[in-house]
């Protein structure tokens, strides 16, 4: 069964640096999501992607996250100038289409934490 | 109105018992709800989900009931095992928009041997 995968799992940073997560989607899925979670909490949206372009951000998803596809498979999200309350567990999902299939498949997460 | 309430925090059950874990939302465009399990260090995995235009969906032991003039869901894992020890999280979304998914709080449930 094809699988969302994410790396790295775990990204150690100092505060202030940039940092890139990549997302592989399962092919052929074209809907695109970064969610976050912070430790002990709930899994809050940050940002979909379809067509190229981000379709919906939340308030969290600020001027320093910006996500892209690099080559047409790979996903990222990319945070400029990380702070300490960045760190967090990040997830890609994706899902086929939309209209009445809506299952959001997740990948295992990128573990980050900013010093 | 993007909320989305889960309840119990926390839940112990009995090998064998029956774990009920309950959803409550509050923006009418939501039409779909689905139940996400997620084990320590890993992420969310589908379990089963709802539309709201039945009242029960049923997979195995997990079944989801949906009262749609409540704007209320609820989880019933029947003959609950170790195994189902994990975090478990209620969602909603609209499909007619970005799909984007609203979680709840979570619910962690410890199922004892």
């Known amino acids: 069964e094809p699988e969302v995968t994410q790396t790295p799992s775990h990204q150690v940073t100092q505060m202030g640096q940039e940092v890139i997560l990549r997302c592989v989607p399962i092919?052929?899925?074209?809907?695109f999501y970064w969610y976050r979670q912070i430790l002990g909490q709930k899994v809050e949206f940050l940002v979909s992607?379809?067509?190229?372009?981000?379709?919906?951000k939340s308030e969290i998803f600020d001027d320093q996250f910006s996500v892209e596809r690099p080559d047409g498979s790979n996903f990222t999200l990319k945070i400029r100038s990380t702070k300490l309350e960045d760190s967090a567990m990040y997830f890609c999902?994706?899902?086929?289409?939309?209209?009445?299939?809506?299952?959001?498949?997740f990948g295992p997460g990128t573990r980050l934490t900013v010093l | 109105q993007q909320q989305v309430k889960q309840s119990p925090q926390s839940l112990i059950v009995q090998k064998g018992g029956i774990s009920i874990i309950n959803c409550a939302y509050e923006?009418?465009?939501?039409?779909?709800f689905p139940w996400y399990q997620q084990f320590p260090g890993k992420g969310p995995a589908l379990l089963i989900a709802?539309?709201?235009?039945?009242s029960e969906k049923k997979e195995g032991r997990f079944t989801i009931s949906f009262n749609k003039s409540a704007k209320q869901f609820s989880l019933h894992i029947m003959d609950s095992q170790p195994g189902d020890s994990a975090t478990y999280f209620c969602?909603?979304?609209?499909?007619?928009?970005?799909?984007?998914?609203?979680f709840g709080q979570g619910t962690t449930l410890q199922v004892k041997p």
């Open positions: 999902a994706n899902k086929r289409r939309g209209g009445s299939l809506n299952e959001q498949f």
């Open positions: 092919s052929n899925h074209l809907y």
């Open positions: 992607f379809y067509n190229n372009e981000i379709s919906e």
């Open positions: 923006n009418t465009a939501f039409d779909y």
């Open positions: 709802i539309r709201p235009d039945v």
């Open positions: 969602a909603a979304s609209s499909t007619s928009n970005t799909g984007k998914l609203i």
